[in-house]
């Protein structure tokens, strides 16, 4: 995978469905060691903190996709350890706008410069600070729910 120093702009070879649903791909970087997910400032949004993710261009895998937008957006590598599924966000009319593939990324690299550094912040936050935090996106909430450092249910008590 080749990590450019810059990142790509604009939309016209991102990838769109059938239904004109912009397809955008990204993950959810995981430190392995300490078990804290790494979010990063929306670019658009003041205060709010967003998975790293970004349009699906056409010459790329979605796997691909997903590496790329989470080292251009928060300056991290690693392995993909998981695909953790696709989501959608809507409009203020509820239609499909986004149709996002996210997968767990197990982060073995964090680099000092990227290419939106001087655009973002990233922090490391718990499972249950991030859950707090992506309140205003609950489909990210959701694939946080489904990584590999979820709380997991107790198994109920068998019956006699």
Known sequence: MHYSEEARIGRANQIYDDNDVRQVAGCLPIDPRTKRILLISSSKHEGVWVIPKGGWENDETQVEAALRETWEEAGVRGVISGFLGCFYDSNKKGQAKSQFWIYELLVDE????????????????????????????????????????????AASPARS
């Open 110 to 153: 964090i680099m000092k410069k990227w290419p939106e550094k001087k655009k973002r912040e990233r922090r490391w936050f718990t499972f249950d600070e991030a859950i707090t935090v992506l309140a205003p996106k609950p489909f990210m909430q959701d694939a946080v729910r489904k990584s590999s450092i979820a709380p997991k249910l």
